[in-house]
């Protein structure tokens, strides 16, 4: 294989000595074949010597690429490459490893995977929050009973600066709706109460939400959780 190359020699002395192929499944035609995206489907790396005879420079059979040599060369390259600049939220930024932070969110999925989890009965979670940090967090409570229509828990005692903004509950398979049980419960808190249901449903659970203050209970129109689109 013969190389064209735009890159010129250097006064620093960089002479080409590898090459590195990459191979991925076929993809549409439409695709760009450049494009630095993170390739789906099977990948393959080779690493070639490339030889410097009569003319162009020519690459040479190869072998698989494999980590160690992918290590060495991302660490020397790593000795020479321009200093990036990364987002506020990145702790290490090394050859091998990446770490960063992401601002805590209410969790969601989390929950949802742990009502799903005590199918065909009821559970719960509360969300609570920080009034000194602002962090929100999800307590599960200690379960006394559990069937598909009927759940008893305790409430979790919440560390000091802790309190309890929603709280949630599942109604299994059936619907979503705030029973005159829920009624009774939530007559005497101030709190985002939240009902999943049909949670093995396959078009995914339903929700209902409502604000609990004072014995009021005002509906809330849209979704508590931030980025949640399924309720909506
Ligand atoms: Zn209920």
């Known amino acids: 294989m013969t190389i064209a190359t735009r890159f010129e020699p250097t006064d620093g002395g960089l002479v080409l000595t590898n090459a590195i192929l990459l191979y991925r499944t076929a993809m549409r035609a439409d695709d760009d074949r450049y494009a630095m995206t993170v390739p789906r489907g099977d990948t393959f790396a ?7 005879g009569e003319g162009q420079p020519t690459i040479a059979a190869g072998t698989p690429l494999t980590r160690a040599q992918l290590r060495q060369w991302t660490e020397a390259l790593g000795r020479t490459a321009v200093p990036e600049i990364l987002p506020d ?6 050859p ?20 799903r989890a005590a199918l065909p009965n009821e559970a719960a979670a509360f ?27 305790r409430t979790p005692a919440l560390p000091a600066g802790w309190h ?24 005497h808190a101030t709190k985002i109460a939240i009902v999943f249901g049909n949670l093995a449903a396959p078009d995914g659970p339903t929700m209902a939400t409502r604000l609990c203050a004072g ?16 309720a909506e």
């Open 46 to 52: 080779s690493i070639h010597a490339v030889e410097h």
């Open 89 to 94: 939220n990145v702790l290490v930024a090394h």
């Open 96 to 115: 091998d490893v990446l770490a960063w932070w992401t601002p805590a969110k209410m969790r969601i999925a989390e929950i949802l995977t742990h009502l």
């Open 127 to 153: 969300v609570i929050w920080n009034e000194a940090t602002g962090d929100f967090a999800i307590r599960y409570p200690a379960i006394d009973q559990a069937t598909p229509s009927r759940l008893v828990y």
């Open 164 to 187: 309890l903004v929603c709280d949630i509950h599942s109604h299994g398979r059936a619907s979503a709706f705030f029973s005159a049980t829920d009624d009774a419960d939530d007559a």
């Open 215 to 230: 014995g009021m209970f005002l509906p809330l129109p849209r979704s508590p959780f931030a980025g949640d689109h399924h």
